[in-house]
């Protein structure tokens, strides 16, 4: 939740700065059982911090749901965790995640 209450996070997502305990309890609850790249859903992996596993945002992707199967990614991270390659880092894991679990 303290990410993506953050106005300097959020401007640039579709939820408003006013993202609540709340939100991110409806979220989470959204999100359970759905299995990550599932086709027509959006889904959330968490970025965690190598060294001490703290939250430092998280990854999403949308596979559509009709072919040809293309996919929409993003990356939200804490405004502490911008600027040091973790976007990049992340991008890597989760397009290595997809093509594995695509049979690439």
Same mark, same amino acid.
């Not at 430092?56 to 990614?73: F, K, Q």
């Given at each position: 939740?303290?990410?993506?209450?953050?106005?300097?996070?959020?401007?640039?997502?579709?939820?408003?700065?006013?993202?609540?305990?709340?939100?991110? #309890?409806?979220?989470?609850?959204?999100q359970? =059982?759905?299995?990550?790249?599932?086709p =027509? &859903?959006?889904?959330? %992996?968490?970025?965690?911090?190598?060294?001490?596993? +703290? %939250?430092?945002?998280?990854?999403?992707?949308? !596979?559509?749901?009709?072919?040809? #199967?293309? +996919? &929409?990614?993003?990356?939200? $991270?804490?405004? +502490?965790? @911008? =600027?040091?390659? !973790?976007? +990049? &880092?992340?991008? @890597?894991? $989760?397009?290595?995640? &997809?093509?594995?679990?695509?049979? =690439?």
């Open positions: 939740m303290a990410y993506r209450s953050d106005p300097g996070v959020a401007a640039y997502q579709s939820w408003d700065p006013g993202y609540s305990t709340g939100d991110a #309890e409806r979220f989470l609850a959204e359970r =059982g759905l299995a990550f790249g599932q =027509g &859903e959006w889904t959330q %992996l968490a970025i965690a911090g190598r060294m001490n596993g +703290a %939250l430092l945002g998280d990854c999403a992707a949308h !596979v559509s749901g009709t072919p040809p #199967e293309t +996919a &929409e990614i993003g990356i939200t $991270l804490a405004r +502490a965790s @911008q =600027g040091g390659g !973790v976007a +990049a &880092e992340a991008l @890597q894991g $989760l397009l290595a995640r &997809e093509w594995r679990a695509r049979g =690439g």
